[in-house]
C-alpha cells in the first residue's frame, strides 16, 4: 500500500494563490496517475484534477479549469497542485489518491477508481 501525504493548505484571501503537494512513499509512483479530489463543507468529496504517472495527460474539472495546474516531479515522487485566483468556494478538504490501475489509457475521474488516499489538507478562501 502506498502512502501519500498531502501538505500545503492554509487560509488564503480570494484571488490568491497557494500549492498543494502530494508526497508519496513508494517508487512505483511513477507508474500510477495521481487525482487531487476535494471536500467541501457537508458536501460530497469531488474530482479536482489527476495527472498521468509520466505527466503527460492531465484533466482537470470544470469549475478549476484556468485556474489550477497539476504537475508532478517523479524523481521526487511528489504531485503539486498550483491554486491560483481562488474563491471562497474553493474552500475545502484537499485530498490526493493514486489510481487503481497502473498505465491508466484513460484518466480516471471517479473517487472509485482511485485507493491510497491521502489524510487531506485543508484550504480555506476568505471572501
Known amino acids: 500500500q502506498m502512502q501519500l501525504v498531502e501538505s500545503g493548505g492554509g487560509l488564503v484571501q480570494a484571488g490568491g494563490s497557494l500549492r498543494l503537494s502530494c508526497a508519496a512513499s513508494?517508487?512505483?509512483?511513477?507508474?500510477?496517475?495521481v487525482g487531487w479530489f476535494r471536500r467541501a463543507p457537508e458536501k460530497e468529496r469531488n474530482f479536482v484534477g489527476t495527472?498521468?504517472?509520466?505527466?503527460?495527460?492531465?484533466r482537470y474539472a470544470d469549475s478549476v479549469l484556468g485556474r489550477f495546474t497539476i504537475s508532478r516531479d517523479n524523481a521526487k515522487k511528489t504531485v503539486y497542485l498550483q491554486m491560483d485566483s481562488l474563491k471562497p468556494e474553493d474552500t475545502a478538504i484537499y485530498f490526493c489518491?493514486?489510481?487503481?490501475?497502473?498505465?491508466?489509457?484513460?484518466?480516471?475521474?471517479?473517487?472509485?477508481?482511485?485507493?491510497?488516499w491521502g489524510q487531506g489538507t485543508q484550504v480555506t478562501v476568505s471572501s
Open positions: 489518491a493514486r489510481a487503481r490501475m497502473a498505465h491508466a489509457d484513460i484518466l480516471p475521474v471517479s473517487q472509485h477508481q482511485y485507493s491510497d
Open positions: 513508494e517508487r512505483t509512483f511513477s507508474r500510477y496517475a
Open positions: 495527472v498521468s504517472g509520466n505527466g503527460d495527460r492531465i
